[in-house]
């Protein structure tokens, strides 16, 4: 079965950081493309970064770039999206999907930003 498990959300103040980390298990996690997502319910599912399988290229939704970053490490299975700089409309349930659409997510981690 394909799992996927985040962690690292919590309550932190406008400007400042959070590291996620997703490690997913059930497939092959080497070269394969994975994704954060984050939900809220004034705006639904929003893909938020992708980073494909060697690493390089990560793509941004408009309004984290160059505050969020999406790393990876195959030795630990793990992806990561470290988040500077946050803004209250950062305020989501945070996914990581093997897809923009969040259709195959983990259950979530809630990152909280006050104003």
């Known amino acids: 079965d394909v799992k996927l498990a985040e962690s690292g959300g919590g309550l932190v103040q406008s400007g400042g950081s959070l590291r996620l980390s997703c490690r997913p298990s059930?497939?092959?996690?080497?070269?394969?493309?994975l994704n954060w997502v984050r939900q809220t319910p004034e705006k639904g599912l929003e893909w938020v970064a992708t980073?494909?399988?060697?690493?390089?290229?990560?793509e941004y939704t408009e309004s984290v770039k160059g505050r969020f970053t999406i790393s990876r490490d195959d030795r630990k299975r793990t992806i990561y999206l470290q988040m500077d700089s946050l803004k209250s409309e950062d305020t989501a349930l945070y996914y990581c999907?093997?897809?923009?659409?969040?259709?195959?997510r983990g259950p979530g981690t809630q990152v909280t930003v006050s104003s």
């Open positions: 999907s093997t897809d923009r659409f969040g259709a195959s």
């Open positions: 059930g497939f092959p996690f080497e070269r394969t493309v």
């Open positions: 980073i494909n399988g060697d690493g390089k290229r990560p």
